[in-house]
């Protein structure tokens, strides 16, 4: 295995540690919320009570409520989907934003962003480094709005039942965040193998 393909294994393997990491930290800090508040859907709908429950119950390293300091928390620069093509910072950047966001002491980054219970919370695994790729060390987490909502979904909201695997696909049916639902890979397989092989053989082994 050649020196650049060594890297990059030990950098997917990082990133799926990392995503494992914050998907269990997250859904912790959810449960005790939950002991206090009930479910989301009892809270208030919005990003700043969102990060109010959630907030206390994460190892912060740096904390930004509310219009203070985002940019210590989270990238406020370009972000890509998984092909590669740039995403309107206005929403999945730190650029011009008023949500609240952290930065942990394991070193990701979450952003509250409650987007009409499509997307609740915005990650990123490795702070300010690239590649900056949502699928990679970038993703989506939700609510579910189903029946189940003790728990935080691996993806948006959008990305459920049979189209879990459109949204990662490198010739996706949907051009919509492409690249998003690749969490639900991550947490089956505890790899990244899907940026390796064809569509087809993803939507084979994603079933």
């Known amino acids: 295995m050649t020196m650049p393909l060594l890297i990059q294994h030990f950098q997917e393997k990082e990133f799926t540690t990392a995503y494992l990491r914050i998907y269990s930290t997250l859904n912790q800090a959810y449960t005790f919320a939950q002991q206090e508040y009930g479910t989301f859907d009892m809270w208030e709908q919005t990003d700043a009570d969102t990060y109010s429950k959630i907030r ?24 890509y989907s998984l092909d590669k093509q740039e995403l309107a910072s206005n929403f999945v950047s730190a650029a011009g934003k008023s949500q609240p966001a952290v930065r942990l002491a394991s070193g990701e980054s979450i952003l509250f962003y409650r987007n009409g219970h499509s997307v609740d919370f ?39 039942g049979e189209t879990h695997s459109d949204y990662c696909l490198k010739n996706t049916p949907n051009s919509w965040f492409q690249g998003s639902s690749c969490g639900y890979w991550i947490l089956k397989y505890h790899n990244m193998d899907y940026l390796h092989i064809n569509d087809e053989a993803i939507k084979e082994r994603w079933d």
């Open 122 to 160: 915005m990650v990123d695994l490795n702070g300010d480094k690239r590649p900056n790729r949502l699928g990679v060390d970038f993703h989506f987490l939700s609510f579910n709005t189903g029946k189940n909502k003790l728990k935080i979904l691996p993806g948006p909201t959008w990305a459920n």
């Open 56 to 79: 206390p119950f994460l190892n912060v390293a740096n904390d930004c409520p509310v219009g203070v300091g985002i940019k210590e928390c989270f990238y406020n620069d370009k972000y």
